[in-house]
Nanobody, 114 residues
Framework: QVQFVESGGGLVQPGGSLRLSCSASISIFSIYAMGWYRQAPGKQRELVAAITSGGSTNYADSVKGRFTIFRDNAKKTVSLQMDSLKPEDTAVYYC????????WGQGTQVTVSS
């Protein structure tokens, strides 16, 4: 059974930075495209960043230039560096496959507020 454990969220002021991390219990992690998703209150979950098995990345327009996704296949982790955070980035952040979806983890709360 695939499990994801997200960490690194917290309360940060606008303009601040956070780095989220996710460990995945996927047996052949390196072959899967991975993604970071977020769900804000009252909104649908959305994919904000994805990284292929080869390391190519793609971002939602709302986070492009501010967020960076990267992966460590040896450690089976995927991380999200978030800079220049805005209040509208407030959400619960989750990792999962970018093309193949497994069960969702608990997520990690990110709150951007002064």
């Amino acid at each position: 059974q695939v499990q994801f454990v997200e960490s690194g969220g917290g309360l940060v002021q606008p303009g601040g930075s956070l780095r989220l991390s996710c460990s995945a219990s996927i047996s052949i992690f390196s072959i899967y495209a991975m993604g970071w998703y977020r769900q804000a209150p009252g909104k649908q979950r959305e994919l904000v960043a994805a990284i292929t098995s080869g390391g190519s990345t793609n971002y939602a327009d709302s986070v492009k230039g501010r967020f960076t996704i990267f992966r460590d296949n040896a450690k089976k982790t995927v991380s999200l560096q978030m800079d220049s955070l805005k209040p509208e980035d407030t959400a619960v952040y989750y990792c999962n496959g970018a093309r193949t979806l497994w069960s969702w983890g608990q997520g990690t709360q990110v709150t951007v507020s002064s």
